[in-house]
């Protein structure tokens, strides 16, 4: 057996767990602000969820996705982004009524099939929002916003940011857009890649996500997507920027930025960190109008955002972001010998129910080795209890700041407890 986590994936050991909870903690305070609740969707789901929503022609769909058939044939897939199965669960309970909105929210693992690097895993994990049932402008920079104030909550500066965004069209504008772009991917075939080339007529706009430097100069010269809106789609982004202006959001405009999946109309937008390398964005969206119908619901409108922990916390480590560490033992309780392992037991369980974080020694060590466990928790006091201090009801609390030790009678202990922890807090 080969004892050694998947490649690609990693285990989230103490140190980066606590600020995983720290991020969540982060974004359930911030999103309830903005009205979003909580859902949580399987882990798999049926794999046309993702097939249909993200698109066959997409890197996720074609090459990325951990898709399984399970004992009875069925073909599921690990969920590779968290927007399709929201929107399918929010079809099969009927969230959205015609005319209601629903704002949710959403953190878990996702799995890619990708190639691992710094800040891209096999498994990674995502905090994402849906904004279902609202076409206008407003809930677009509502939900940018929302984004941009996480990361800002996150303690990651502005001044690391950059905040990208594009529209995409609709089904009005975009595939007369997609044909001009495939005619042109077609006409400068000899100077672009393979993979260029196949995207002509698979998903011509990912050629403009290509990394090849030569691909790059030549889609320099591509016509965009931004030239070419309809009517209603260019009002709309002009809105979605004035909203934008109005909450004092900056942004940059990227007319090449596509995102890699089927379901985008109009709005998308990128948060990109400085410091991370080839996987700087840590953050992005868009609007899915259409998204709905594809499963066969009504039309609903929709957009969102996902964000990556792993890459967040990256920028977290270049900002020089610390996360404040919970007490583990605000206070330690120590036995002289095994006559009294009872009241230690009892005196510590009954710290714990008084709400304070309190450790005990569960191996046997001698009390030199329990008062070295206190410094290494960190505790701030040490509660000490003898054999004839606990035939008197007593027991010594030290406090490990100023060395002071007292004498304290066990029925007073966690007023005087409290109060000493009190008096450090102040
Ligand atoms: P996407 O759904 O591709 O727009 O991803 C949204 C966010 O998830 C990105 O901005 C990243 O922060 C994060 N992310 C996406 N793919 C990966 C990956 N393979 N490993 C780590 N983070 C990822």
Redesign the pocket.
Known sequence: MEVRAPK?TVDMLPDVARVWEHLLRVAQELFARYGYEPIYTPIFEHTEVFTRGIGEATD?VSK?MYTFLDRADRSLTLR????ASVVRAALEHNLVPKGAAAKLYYAGA?F?Y?R?QK????????I?VEALGMAEPSIDAEVIALLVRFFEAAGIPSANTRLLVNSMGDEHCRPAYREELAAFISAHAADLCDECNRRADTNPLRAFDCKNPTCRTVMAEAPLLRDRLCEECGTHYGSVKHGLDELGIVYEEDPSLV???DYYTRTVF??QAEGLGA?N?????GRYDRLMEEYGGPSTPGLG????????MLAMQAAGVTVPELPRAEVYVARVDDSVATTVFSACQALRDAGIAAEMDHQARSLKSQFKQADRLSALLTVIVGPEEAAAGEVTVRDMRTREEARVALDDLIPRVDALLRRDHR
Do not use: N, S, V
């Open positions: 690609g996720i990325e590779p982004e968290g927007t996702m890619r990708e691992p800040g891209r895993m096999r498994q990674f994990w995502q994402g995102r890699g999946l990128e948060i996987q964005a840590i953050g992005g969206g955002f996902a964000l990556g922990f792993e890459r967040t």
